[in-house]
């Protein structure tokens, strides 16, 4: 009997599932429904600020059409309204409904938006998920947010973001480059303070600066400031916070987290707690036939926490961890169709931890595990703490904070120092030993110094697409000869984006060793 498979959201998550997935429907054990709720063809949001600031073309962030997954019913503009668990039927924004005998939900996540006085919420927007927010103000989580990032960008406007993450402290980066006046409001002392250290976060403040960027921190948003233009829309013109601060600027982007979209699960009384609650092989726990991935699931064992109130843990917040629940997902609903001979028995386990990449040309960041320990505070008794070794050159924006367990690299943070971040990412990556020696990773940013390959080429250089350098090398050798090309043909690149100067620099070793 065929499967019938409807997955719910055209993310970038529910694309590569449904790719995965080609094989069962060309060999018709499955048909696959995606439903999408924009009627834009599926892109990588991820991609969403380089798409604003001029960067990257719409064409490079389409991720797939009805042509390129044969086979596939891919509906766009299809909005799920109701889930029929006992019927097994998705019910559509239109009235239709589509039949399943397995649902995957990659509902993503929405962005956060702030109580703040003035900011008014003005209806649902064209897909019907979010609210439309005042004139100038946006969250930067679709094409029409990118739209009126980049009309500002055009005019060398001012953009006022709140909020200092990581996307935050990116989208302002990649603003001043591109000759907009960026303002970062953030409530706490220093930008990213969730992967840097003060030391870090000092060097990167002072790049931010000589970039154009104006940061403005202990800001306690209180209010938007709105002004009615001669049409008699009221648009934003200033970010007011409670000490009495206003930070004016033609457009307001919310950079304040985002949460799992887990309404149409909790209505068809799926248990949630920070997304959708699936156990080891993605399956929701209140219901088998109904499956999670991606920044909607949150992956805990009900063994453990079935009657706790809080369950800990959550989504990744990244898009890598979230394709790789979808190709382990793929790969065990093909074992249980008798697809292939791999039982596929063992729960889905990431063996890739989170690095945080912060992309942009203007520094170099990248971040992982715990760096707060300090290395000169004193040690509670009975306490293990960890090792530290720290490196800074604030003078010339320069900056590598090591933490270790018995010699393992535990946590890093590196910044203005690529190659060393790149090293770092492997051997955090594997698990592994730093040298004894722990200048020799300081070395590899020696402007005189060779490009070196991390580790080898069994090094995983795409953490997204879990890539690795000999990959990457064979796709150069077979006659790629760009990074879009280098892309098309093993997904490196393709993610988060922060790897694509390393496969630069492999392109760039490739061409002098054939010249």
């Not at 919420?121 to 439309?132: F, P």
């Not at 916070?241 to 033609?250: L, M, P, V, Y």
């Not at 170099?364 to 090792?387: K, M, Q, Y």
Request: with cysteine.
């Amino acid at each position: 009997m065929t499967e019938r498979i409807v997955v719910i959201g055209a993310g970038p998550v529910g694309i590569r599932f449904a790719e995965e997935l080609l094989p069962l429907v060309a060999g018709g054990r499955a048909t696959v429904t995606v439903l999408g709720a924009e009627a834009a063809d599926p892109y990588n949001r991820v991609l969403l600020a380089e798409l604003a600031v001029g960067e990257a073309s719409r064409e490079e962030l389409t991720l797939a059409t009805s042509a390129s997954l044969p086979g596939v019913d891919l509906r766009l503009g299809a909005r799920a309204v109701r889930i029929d668990r006992d019927a097994r039927v998705v019910e559509l924004a239109d009235g239709s409904a589509v039949g399943y005998d397995r649902l995957v939900l990659a509902t993503g996540a929405r962005s956060i938006v702030p109580s703040l006085d003035g900011l008014e919420t003005l209806g649902r927007d064209s897909t019907g998920l979010d609210s439309t927010l005042t004139a100038g103000v946006c969250v930067l989580r679709d094409l029409s947010d990118a739209e009126q990032v980049r009309a500002v960008v055009a005019r060398g406007g001012r953009v006022v973001v709140l909020g200092a993450g990581v996307l935050g402290i990116e989208l302002a980066m990649l603003l001043a480059d591109a000759g907009a006046v960026p303002s970062v409001a953030h409530f706490g002392p220093m930008p990213m303070p969730r992967q840097l250290d003060r030391g870090s976060a000092s060097i990167l403040s002072t790049a931010l600066s000589s970039a154009g960027v104006t940061l403005v921190p202990h800001t306690r948003a209180e209010g938007v400031i709105g002004v009615e233009g001669d049409d008699g829309i009221r648009r934003f013109r200033a970010l007011a916070s409670s000490d009495g601060k206003r930070i004016e600027g033609d457009l307001l982007v919310l950079s304040c987290g985002v949460r799992a979209r887990t309404e149409l699960a909790e209505a068809a009384g799926l248990r949630v707690g920070k997304g959708v609650l699936v156990d080891g092989g993605l399956r929701s726990w209140s219901d088998p036939r109904v499956h999670a991935i991606g920044d909607c699931a949150h992956i805990a064992d009900p063994t453990e926490h079935l009657h706790d109130r809080e369950v800990p843990g959550g989504p990744h917040g990244l898009v890598g961890p979230g394709w790789r629940q979808a190709s382990w997902l793929a790969a065990r609903i093909a074992a249980e169709l008798g697809a292939h001979d791999d039982d596929h028995a063992a729960d889905f386990a990431d063996e890739h931890p989170g690095v945080v990449v912060l992309k942009g040309e203007l520094v170099d960041i990248a971040s992982a595990g715990d760096v707060s320990a300090d290395p000169f505070a004193p040690v509670p008794a009975g306490e293990d703490a960890p090792g530290i070794a720290v490196w800074a050159d604030p003078e010339h924006g320069a900056y590598v904070k090591m933490a270790t367990r018995d010699g393992i690299l535990t946590g890093f943070v590196a910044v203005g120092m690529p190659r060393a971040a790149a090293e770092l990412s492997v051997l955090y990556l594997r698990g592994g030993e730093l040298p004894a020696d722990r200048s020799l990773l300081l070395r590899l940013d020696d402007p005189d110094a060779d490009a070196i390959a991390p580790a080898g080429r069994d090094a995983t250089l795409c953490i997204c697409n879990a890539v690795t350098v000999g990959q990457i090398e064979d796709a150069i050798d077979d006659g790629c000869s760009s990074v879009a090309a280098v892309g098309e043909c093993t997904r490196a690149g393709t993610g988060c984006g922060g790897c694509r100067a390393r496969i630069t620099e492999l392109l760039h070793a490739h061409a002098g060793a054939v010249a």
